[in-house]
């Protein structure tokens, strides 16, 4: 029964187990050494755990040492030792020693608590525990059917104490269970965050261009379902793992049973494998197709909730709307349906061949072997037992693994279309020396707007001085707004060197010098990135004087409201822009929707502050009253300046 | 904490294994002497003597033997109920009665006679109690047809005759596996039971008080031994007849082996349970395969018959080897039911022993014998997983050559559960 080949098998297993539990339990100690990890008794409850977990132990020991007695008819080590099979007391010792290592690191990780813990190996070794829990079960009914169906009197069952072994059996497959999915509660959700952390750096760190070109709502779906869809599998992989541990035991068992049905099963089983793996590369493109649809759905969602008012006031473009988002919603459901068909047709498929297999076994295997009929009625209680896990645990997983797949590779192809901007740093820029300048020398950029046109600026050689206004005019199209992402370090130029007085500098360099305030501006919640402690004084003092004052006010750097009219939001805009105090200032028409009272405080008292100030002041406007105060103004047309002049009032 | 459990689990284990190896043996007289009844103790053996030409009754004899044998082994009655309820549950313990009360009414009168007899001597009485350490009536018979309602035994069985044999004549080892139960108790009461009748005189190697022939012959150079082979029929014991206990009276009664195979494969007696007799005369080895559930394979769906060395097998199994005959515990015979191919601890052996006889040129010698029986690399194996024929479970060995009644016995030590590596034969004297 075990053989030395079996023995050295499960002696190898139980080393590398052993060896891998060793592994951590070191990891773990150096972590609570390193103060990487905490105590958590947990009280009374912990307490309690910690007992219950000792009684369980206690369980387990008491089952291995009368293996001999429950499982071999009432033998003793004596005997068992003599009739056999060799090996049982070896197989138990090993048993006995990985128990008791993976029992110490249970202990240990369990009561010395690690924030953002991964628990991996021991979610793998508890599935697999689950999964020999299962078997357990399945081969104690098995066994104890076996006896009943011998004749023996009704007590011998009892008697023979089988169901301790069934007990044994249900409290692993459910005790593991049950610390499993606890332990992947949080397993999934780190891995949900992390995998959303580690999108929002890509994106944080990515080049604008990049950005910009991504399709609406390929953000959101990469964040919210692709990184939930693979999130939410690591359940179904511990029940994946928990049903393959649990079949590969019933294998061996039907193998101990019967050999050439056990070849027979695993053949049809591998054909059905195989139909159902065909049928899956048939679907993968239905979850392909099904995810595109999904972004098209968000950017939709982005249209209704952007998009509300223009929808709520015309009913015409609301039907539109409503058509548009529906067929979307149809294409989603169409092929979510044909994916899933595919596979319930190839399940079902499957379940006949099974069944049919099963059906094989018992009507001919009487007949072409010389097969016990005790032997046949064990091998199809396992074989039926196994339908219910191979249906649950494998068909059922694949196509969730399939729109895993799906979801891992946008994730990826997500992940790499943003690659990171090589001249990205998170540290600011040294206070600016005075007197710098930005001087641009035949920088030129290129783009292809949405509809493929292309758009030139440039050559561009001009350079921008500190302690001076420049206003920019032209009209539109004429690469003002392009001019100024150049100038932030949004765009990078194709050809041409941006300097920084005499040094070049990189996108992300430029940009640090500049608070902007872009045409498409965003107004965030709270004042990211600002000292305002030490401002709070000057944030009253401009709030009131850009009249925003009873309107919205700053506590703990936050916003009371930004539910403000365009013309306030802006005026908070600039408060925020003056607070980042940076050397460079970038207003792309601020002023335009602004009464004559806040515009007239723009150009006359805010720009010359900045100016005394020493800043660097680029203001893109079409307010020619203003001309005056600029120092210099330049003219964009068709992507070039076509005239610098300096003011009269220089 | 969890460090300590699991040494405490090893620690047991190695206790069970190594620390309680040595048995004491409680000592009884060396030898019982009584009218018809002869008891020796040999060492590692009892040597009894049954005299049923002195005028005594069966039932007498019964009486005086059981009398003798607590005197040589006061515990008896223990080692027996403990080996009884050691292989018995509470509920197949009242179920296995149920059999004995089947296959007793078929158990010829003298032998009934002697083990009520002997029942009688032992203090159970007629209430069976499960380990009270007492022998009762029923227990008694359920001991005499352990092999009849429980099954146990494991054996093989090598022998060689004419151009195979170093003498021309046959040289026959029989090994018994089976288990001696955890006190010991099998080899503490092993002996060599003789038996002498008006018709002649036989030979059991067997147990005290074990009135069937699991390993015997006769004066008239037969020689006999039960093996068993189980093919997962349902059992059924009614109107059953007891094998050991016929195979004795086969040996006390018939004049040579074809009539005592013919006793034993007489279709009006039918056992309860599916199993090998293996004989030998000074001429030739036969083994006649007794199967009673007839799901052979085949056209042929062969029952009981003789297998001889040039017997067809079934498909899967071949022997090939001229006067020489083997058995595992399995039917092989060309249309008999399979229970050979597909079980490990009969291919192994088979294929064993057909390595041993198979290339050579000269015959094999008494000693050549004992080497095929006792050889194993280093200790012995476990009884399923050994490809051996000396195992762990092996309780004697026994190497015969009828022509010369010679005999040499390999018992299990009694006061040890260590098996040895290297068993060791006594020659042993009989019929004098």
Redesign the interface.
């Known amino acids: 029964?075990?053989?030395d080949g079996m023995f050295l098998a499960i002696l190898c297993i139980s080393a590398v187990v052993s060896l891998i539990t060793i592994f951590y339990i070191v990891i773990s100690t150096k972590e609570i050494v390193c103060r990487q990890r905490y105590f958590k008794g947990g009280g009374i409850k912990g307490l309690f755990n910690f007992v219950m977990s000792?009684v369980f132990?206690?369980f387990m020991?008491y089952c291995?040492?009368n293996i001999p007695e429950i499982l071999f008819f009432?033998l003793?080590?004596?005997?068992?030792?003599?009739?056999?099979?060799?090996?049982v007391?070896k197989v138990?010792?090993c048993l006995?020693?990985v128990?008791?290592i993976m029992?110490?690191y249970f202990?240990l990780t369990s009561f010395f608590y690690k924030p953002n813990d991964k628990p991996y190996f021991m979610v793998i070794s508890l599935s697999i525990i689950s999964g020999i829990g299962n078997s357990i079960v399945v081969f104690i009914i098995n066994r104890g059917l076996g006896i009943l169906a011998g004749?023996?009197?009704?007590?011998?069952l009892i008697?023979?104490k089988l169901y301790i072994f069934f007990i044994c059996g249900i409290l692993l497959f459910t005790v593991a269970a049950m610390i499993v999915r606890k332990k992947l509660i949080s397993v999934t959700n780190n891995i949900i965050y992390e995998k959303r952390i580690q999108i929002i750096d890509k994106i944080l760190k990515a080049p604008y261009v990049k950005i910009s070109s991504l399709e609406d709502g390929s953000i959101y779906a990469a964040l919210n379902n692709d990184t939930e869809t693979i999130g939410n599998f690591v359940g179904h992989l511990v029940s994946g793992i928990t049903g393959v541990i649990t079949l590969i035991t019933c294998f061996v068992y039907l193998a101990i049973l019967d050999?050439r049905g056990t070849l027979f099963f695993l053949i049809v089983l591998i054909v059905t494998i195989v139909i159902f793996q065909l049928a899956v590369s048939g679907a993968q493109k239905f979850f392909e197709q099904n995810r595109n649809y999904q972004n098209t759905f968000f950017k939709n969602i982005n249209d209704l909730v952007e998009g509300f008012k223009e929808l709520y006031i015309n009913a015409r473009k609301r039907m539109g709307f409503r058509r548009d988002i529906e067929d979307s919603c149809v294409s989603y459901r169409d092929t979510r349906i044909a994916g899933d068909y595919k596979f319930t047709n190839v399940t079902i498929l499957g379940e006949i061949l099974y069944t049919g297999v099963i059906g094989a076994i018992v009507f001919t295997f009487p007949i072409l072997f010389?097969i016990?009929?005790?032997?046949l009625q064990n091998f199809i209680l396992v074989l039926l037992y196994m339908g219910g896990i191979i249906k649950e645990s494998l068909f059922a997983v694949i196509p969730t693994c399939m729109r895993v797949v799906v979801s891992w590779k946008r994730i990826n192809s997500f992940a790499n279309s943003i690659s990171a901007d090589e001249d990205y740093r998170d540290s600011e820029i040294e206070n600016a020396e005075e007197n710098l300048t930005i001087e641009f020398r035949g920088v030129k950029f290129a783009y292809k707007n949405e509809n493929g046109e292309s758009f030139e600026v440039g050559p561009i050689d001009y350079t921008f001085k500190f302690g001076e206004i420049v206003f920019i005019m032209g009209g539109n199209g004429s690469g003002k707004s392009t001019l100024a992402k150049l100038l932030t370090g949004l765009y990078l130029p194709d050809e041409g060197q941006v300097l920084v007085n005499g040094k070049r500098v990189n996108s992300r360099e430029l940009g640090a010098y500049f608070s902007s305030i872009y045409s498409d501006y965003h107004l965030f919640e709270k004042l990211y990135g600002i000292e305002y402690k030490d401002k709070l004084k000057d944030i009253e003092r401009y709030l009131n004087i850009l009249g925003i004052d009873s309107k919205v006010e700053i506590k703990d750097g936050e916003f009371s409201t930004l539910k403000l009219s365009s013309g306030q939001r802006k005026r908070l805009a600039l408060l925020v822009s003056y607070l980042e105090d940076r050397p460079a200032y970038l207003f792309d028409e601020w002023a335009s929707d602004q009464d004559p009272e806040f515009r007239k405080f723009f150009y006359k008292t805010l720009l010359p502050e900045l100016k005394a100030r020493g800043k660097a002041v680029i203001a893109i406007t079409h307010d020619d009253k203003y001309f005056d105060d600029a120092d210099k103004i330049i003219k964009m047309d068709m992507g070039k300046i076509v005239s610098s002049i300096i003011s009269v009032n220089v | 904490?969890?460090?300590l459990?699991?040494g405490?689990?090893?620690i047991?284990?190695v206790f069970?294994?190594a620390c309680?190896q040595e048995i004491s043996v409680k000592k009884g007289s060396p030898n019982y002497k009584g009218k018809g009844v002869t008891i020796t103790d040999k060492g590692n053996y009892f040597d009894v003597a049954l005299d049923f030409t002195k005028g005594l009754s069966h039932r007498e004899i019964g009486k005086e033997f059981a009398r003798g044998i607590l005197s040589v082994v006061p515990d008896y009655e223990t080692l027996v109920d403990s080996y009884i309820a050691?292989?018995l549950?509470?509920?197949?313990y009242?179920?296995t009665f149920w059999r004995v009360d089947d296959i007793k009414a078929q158990i010829d009168r003298e032998y009934r006679e002697e083990i009520e007899g002997m029942a009688e001597v032992f203090s159970g009485g007629d209430k069976n109690v499960r380990g009270d350490n007492k022998i009762s009536k029923d227990e008694f018979f359920l001991f005499n047809l352990f092999l009849d309602v429980i099954r146990a035994t494991q054996c093989s069985f090598v022998s060689v005759y004419g151009s195979q044999s170093a003498t021309g004549k046959t040289i026959t080892g029989r090994i018994l596996d089976w288990?001696?139960?955890?006190k010991n108790q099998l080899p503490r009461i092993q002996a060599v039971i003789t038996m002498k009748n008006s018709t002649g005189s036989i030979c059991s190697i067997g147990y005290i008080g074990f009135m069937g022939i699991i390993t015997g012959f006769n004066d008239r150079k037969i020689f006999a031994a039960v093996q068993e082979s189980t093919s997962?029929a349902?059992?059924s014991s009614a109107g059953k007849r007891s094998y050991p206990l016929d195979l004795r009276h086969a040996l006390e009664n018939t004049a040579n082996m074809e009539k005592t195979i013919e006793f034993m494969q007489d279709e009006k007696k039918q056992y309860a349970v599916n199993h090998l007799i293996v004989f030998s005369d000074p001429n030739e080895s036969k083994v006649l395969e007794n199967n009673f559930s007839g799901?052979g394979?085949g056209a042929g769906r062969l029952k009981r018959a003789v297998r001889t060395a040039e017997s067809k097998l079934n498909k899967g199994v071949t022997w090939g080897i001229k006067d020489a005959v083997a058995s595992v515990n399995s039917f092989i015979l060309e249309g008999n039911?399979?229970?050979h191919t597909?079980t490990k601890y009969n291919t192994r052996r088979w294929k064993y022993i057909k390595e041993q006889f198979s290339g050579r040129e000269s015959g094999f010698s008494l000693e050549d014998i004992k080497k095929i029986m006792t050889y194993t690399k280093g200790s012995p194996?476990?009884?399923?997983?050994?490809r051996y024929l000396y195992?762990?479970?092996t309780l004697s060995m026994t190497v015969f050559q009828p022509d010369t009644l010679s005999l040499e016995v390999y018992f299990f030590p009694r006061n040890t559960?260590k098996?040895p590596d290297k068993p060791t034969f006594e020659k042993i004297s009989v019929f004098q």
């Not at chain 1, 003793?76 to 090996?87: A, F, I, R």
């Not at chain 2, 288990?179 to 955890?182: H, L, T």
């Open positions: 029964m075990i053989s000792l132990m206690g020991g291995l040492y009432g003793t080590w004596n005997s068992l030792e003599k009739v056999g099979p060799d090996n007391e138990i010792i006995s020693f128990i008791s029992y110490i202990i004749g023996l009197e009704k007590w011998t008697e023979s050999k010389d016990q009929i005790s032997t | 904490m969890k460090k459990l699991a405490l689990l090893i047991l284990l069970q294994t309680t050691e292989n549950f509470k509920s197949q009242n179920e288990y001696g139960g955890n997962g349902a059992y799901r394979s039911t399979d229970n597909r194996r476990a009884l399923l997983d050994t195992t762990k479970a559960l098996v």
